[in-house]
Nanobody
């Protein structure tokens, strides 16, 4: 199983980025897929997840600005990030698992992609 995240970059506050997470070795439609982020010196935190393609959840800090979606044909999950703020600066990770109860916790996800760095300048 391999998850490949990409799409990070440097953007000014108020700008947008779209992260992608492509999977090989598993089918996203059968898993809960989440995005987490980790800023320097901080713990990894839940950002968003999607379950069964249309059941989504978001951290309060990103609600209304970020949108998670799944393209089952491409077996890819996206995180559209709008109105970015400097506090969104972090490494972003995608993860997949089958724990639909503890989905806000890192321990619910056995499969992780590498981080993609997002930097938002003020």
């Amino acid at each position: 199983v391999q998850l490949q995240a990409c799409g990070g970059g440097l953007v000014q506050a108020g700008g947008s980025l779209r992260l992608s997470c492509a999977a090989s070795g598993l089918t996203f439609s059968s898993y809960a897929v989440a995005w987490f982020r980790q800023a320097p010196g901080k713990e990894r935190e839940f950002v968003s997840n999607v379950l069964a393609g249309d059941d989504t959840d978001y951290a309060d800090s990103v609600k209304g600005r970020f949108t998670v979606s799944v393209d089952n044909a491409k077996n890819t999950v996206y995180l559209q990030m709008n109105n970015l703020k400097p506090e969104d600066t972090a490494d972003y990770y995608c993860a997949a698992g089958r724990d639909s109860v503890n989905y806000r916790r890192t321990r619910a996800y056995p499969y992780w992609g590498q981080g993609t760095q997002v930097t938002v300048s003020s």
